[in-house]
């Protein structure tokens, strides 16, 4: 624009700026201002506490987390022998001049399991090699077996490091992950998604076991019906699973993130439970073998075990040899294994009752072969040793259930060990190469370890002509009498069937007279020679009727007695409780020249029960007094159980004992014994473990309005020690309750309903 007669210069010098002021600012400043705006506006949001904790999580996790690297070096150091088989790699392992180290590690070769402690070489790997395939295996190989992989471990002193610690959290998950954005509309953001992904990548490096200062703001959370919560850090796991487990990548990953906090050395225990069971059935299983494995290490360690078995051959192998080696270290130090005995006889024992009872196999040939060896080489020796710490009585008790298991069992229906070894063919390559004069050579064994008395001098021992007998001779040093016995095995133990005593007849038939009746063991038997001899030498005919023996043993008892009839009352009360509530039973037996042939029970249903097990066909008159003790001794068993009423017995006992109170009713399933009972209005029902007298686990029963809750990590232990914790559990059970798990009270007894 030029000078007119319509601007002049000053006038197009204020255009002029004008127009260059307009440009800057409505043509380019608008889109710099933006700009600007824009960089600003991401900085902050980057400066914010928005990412600020997402990128400190990053940070203290790589300097930090060292368990992924730890454990990339067990599995490298395992690689070096590759016949042994990894499945739980969670405890110390290392390898020290081309020697494996192990401890609290599930470890398998061809399908056997290593002990809690394991020192293997490649001279091991090479015997197990041969071991395995040889087509027989002898007492000298187990006895190897024994020596290289239970023993040899035990002089180790250091089985490498432990695990690195977990991080260690200062506040809640939430705090320091962000996941605070989940609970809002923000969950669905990319940068919730962010926190989200930083979460799954990291959690299972911090340590979700220990209880963290930050306040519980998860109480009045709605918690699920059968999951349990121990801790807060707990509950926060729970309550984000809630919101991402719709996500199937997510869930996943969270799932597999904590089977890796297991296998990482950290404890997986029920209160994950429910979780897996939203995951895929193969972490689930991996998740039950975690599980099962970290209780069975926590046992071990403690230096206890219990009964319970489990469905997985691998860890039942690992939990028996575990506890063999357990066992023989304690007996090493002298110390006091009745309750570690006990625990191993019952795991045995329960084994061997489950597999008959249901028909399946929960442990491999080769472990029953082993443990017969064990049993016999070991632990009997032990139990006859009257040097050992163990009292006598406990060490009788204990080997009437070591030849049960090695024997059988006929109460209990189940086969011994002893027997299922002899059967083995070609099964799994394994043979069993014990021949009938082994198991001769087995029965004098047992003679000369649990059935010779001290004042017996043996002249002689050989085979009898029957199976399971033996033909005995020698001299009672307190009579000076020699005698000739028969005896045979039955009734797991070696009984008199036939004596002889030399030189003297009066006696050997009055003796003979007495195992009519009731065979006996040669030490009862020695003890009625030192009772009775001059009994046997007077001139006089004996009186041995069956009304003399009756009114000796049962005296006031006996109602009448003659050649035509015996009856006898049994007053006591307990007994017919579960009957016919009757103070009394009247048991009433018909004779016929000295031979019953007929029996009644003033109870008509006992009556029935008895007369369905006994058969007098197969009897006569000299069986008589065996017939009528048998009778008056008979306590009917509930069909199809393995519960017994003399242990239903000894159960209720327990009750009255230390709570006070009576089982509303007791039922066996399985091996397993669950105990309904009530204290103040609130009904329970646990299962209880005759041999440790432990109630674990303990539920609430709501009868048919909800099914029961299980109150996780409680127990009561019936014993003497723990008698001020039961005072106060019987006293006021919701206040013991409330102290262990204050959400479950709060959420099923609401204001003390």
Known sequence: MKESIFFNREQL??????????????????????????????????????????????????????????????????????????????????????????????????????????????????????FIGNQSITASELSQFFSSFLVKPLSVHSFGRGNPSFIPLTG????????????????????????????????????????????????????????????????????????????????????????????????????????FHSCSSETYSQFILLRDFAEISRSLALGYSDAR????????????????????????????????????????????????????????????????WYNMNIISPYLK??????????????????????????????????????????????????????????????????????QFTLISLQKGTEDQTLLVKGVDRKTDLTLELVLKYEQLQLLVVNINVVDNQKLTDYLQALLVHEKVSLTKILSLISENKEIAEQTQALDMSICTELKSKYKTNLLACSDRQVKIQLGNEEKTENWTGKSALVYTFMLNKGKITRVQVSDKVLETKLLKELDLSLWDATTSLHIINSVLGYTPQEKDSWFWMKDQVLVTDKFVKYLGITPDKV????????????????????????????????????????????????????REDQVDTLNRFVLNPLSVLRQHNKALVQKYFPEGK
């Open 13 to 130: 010098q204020i255009i002029r700026w004008y127009g260059l002021l307009y440009q800057a600012f409505f043509e380019y400043w608008v889109w710099i201002f933006s700009f600007l705006f824009s960089l600003l506006w991401v900085w902050g949001i980057i400066a914010s506490w928005y990412f600020s904790s997402s990128l400190l999580v990053e940070g203290v996790s790589v300097k930090n987390y060292e368990v992924e690297k730890f454990y990339e070096l067990k599995e490298q150091n395992l690689r070096l022998f590759p016949d042994i088989e990894e499945k739980i790699l969670n405890g110390k392992l290392s390898v020290m001049s081309g020697t494996l180290l192990s401890q609290a590690n599930l470890l398998s070769f061809s399908g056997i399991a290593l002990p809690n402690l394991s020192q293997i070489t490649t001279q091991d790997v090479s015997f197990l090699q041969q």
């Open 172 to 275: 809640s998950l939430k705090d320091t992950f962000w996941l605070t954005c989940l609970q809002g509309f923000s969950r669905f953001s990319p940068i919730c998604r962010s926190y989200v992904r930083s979460f799954l990548e990291n959690f299972y490096s911090y340590d979700l076991w220990e209880l963290h200062d930050h306040e519980n703001e998860n109480q009045d959370m709605d918690f699920e019906e059968s999951f349990e919560f121990t801790s807060p850090i707990r509950q926060e796991l729970w309550e984000i699973f809630q919101f991402i487990k719709s996500n199937r990548t997510d869930r996943d990953a969270f799932c597999k993130g904590l089977l890796r906090y297991g296998l990482y050395g950290w404890t997986l225990d029920d209160t994950f439970t429910e979780i």
């Open 309 to 372: 078995v489990y469905s997985n051959l691998l860890l039942n192998q690992y939990k028996l040899f575990s506890l063999q080696q357990l066992i023989y270290k304690q007996l090493m130090v002298s110390a006091d294994v009745k309750s570690l005995i006990q625990s191993y006889l019952g795991f045995l024992r329960e084994n061997l009752m489950r597999e008959a009872n249901k028909k399946i196999t929960l442990l491999w040939k080769f472990s029953k072969l082993f443990t017969y």
């Open 385 to 454: 040793d009257e040097k050992s710490k163990m009292e006598k009585e406990d060490r009788t008790a204990l080997m009437g259930q070591l030849l049960a298991i090695n024997y059988g069992d006929r109460n209990s229906s189940f086969v011994g060990l002893q027997d299922q070894i002899w059967t083995l063919k070609d099964e799994g390559k394994l043979q069993q190469n014990l021949t009938q004069e082994d198991k001769v050579q087995d029965l004098e064994k047992l003679f000369r370890s649990s059935y010779l008395p001290p």
């Open 667 to 718: 039922i066996s399933n399985g091996g397993d014994v669950s105990v309904y009972f009530t204290l103040w209005g609130i009904k329970f029902i646990g299962v209880y473990d005759i041999v440790s007298s432990e109630i674990k686990p303990l539920s609430l029963d709501f009868w048919t309005v909800r099914r029961p809750v299980i109150v996780q990590k409680f127990s009561l232990l019936l």
